[in-house]
């Protein structure tokens, strides 16, 4: 359950997990985190990822544009890569 784990810690364990091939169990601690810590928006790009990594683009569309509109202010790294990876789901293609 990585308790006491930072959300950036579980986020990059799935990571891990999808270039791994894991891609389910991938999936599994990128909904834990996001149940663990929704307000917080990279669990909202890990379900992004998550869901790309199994196929399911649709829902991975979903969260990316949630994770878009939860960026911190100031993050100017962020949102173009989320931008173009929501185009890359709307094409079919996975984005990990």
Do not use: C
């Not at 389910?24 to 909202?44: G, I, R, S």
Request: charged content about 20%; glycine content about 8%.
């Amino acid at each position: 359950a990585l308790p006491g784990a930072p959300v950036f810690q579980v986020h990059a364990y799935g990571r891990q997990l999808i270039a791994a091939g894991e891609k389910q169990k991938a999936l599994e601690v990128f909904l834990l985190n996001h149940k663990n810590n929704a307000a917080v928006w990279p669990t909202n790009y890990g379900l992004a990822r998550g869901y790309s990594a199994v196929g399911d683009y649709k829902k991975a569309i979903k969260y990316l544009e949630i994770a878009l509109t939860k960026v911190p202010a100031g993050d100017t790294l962020n949102p173009p890569i989320m931008k173009e990876n929501i185009e890359k789901l709307k094409k079919g293609q996975d984005i990990n």
